[in-house]
């Protein structure tokens, strides 16, 4: 699925460049309304510093999402939720090391470390997110047999987890994507919220990736593909 290279490059540097503070600051800035929501992604223990799948710096992430969230009336969370022994799990395939890859009748899998596993500490979000608006929290990969790693779609590509249309009868039009990881959950959530019809930011100082084997860099540009838009948290107004 991630499989481009192709990153763009910068539009209109030259024309910014020649803008006063003020005007470039205006327009730049993205103010969220009532038509915008921000999707945190799997802000969990298991992915923060001593947890069993750790994204390195991943717990930066926090206070750049807090700040970010309070200019949002619309919040939705996503927590990956495994069973024990999950089929993406590298301890139930013998022989077999985290970071390998398996073949499913849904497609290639990465096998990880045992994580997130249901009711464990691991699984549990961020003690230090502080995010009292948020209306929604979403569980993903409680299949046994199949993982998830996007908000809207199981990774068999059919099963939806009603994000979109709850986001849709809510009158959502844009979504803005961050949290853990980059190139996995991150990316996943953004390409099937584009194709769910979504206008699509994905906030990259408030992510950070696993880079598996060249994994970010193929993120990034099969999302520019896609349409969409890769900005930073200072690129969004602050909440009045």
Known sequence: MLNRRQILAALGTTALAGLAPSALF?????KPDDTSALLV????NCFLPGGSLAVKEGEQ????????AKAFSNVVMTQDWHTPGHVSF??????????ETIDLPYGKQVLWPDHCVQGTDGASLSKDLSIPQAELIIRKGFHKDVDSYSAFLEADGKTSTGLAGYLKGRKIKRVF??????DFCVAWTALDARKAGFEVYVVEDACRGIDN????AKAWADMAKAGVKRIQSADIAASA
């Open 177 to 182: 994507v961050a949290g853990l990881a980059t």
């Open 41 to 44: 992604i799997d802000v969990q």
């Open 213 to 216: 084997q060249g994994s970010l």
């Open 90 to 99: 590298a301890s139930v395939h013998s022989g077999k090391k985290p970071f």
């Open 61 to 68: 992430v926090v206070p750049v999402i807090n700040k970010m």
């Open 26 to 30: 205006a327009a730049a800035t993205i």
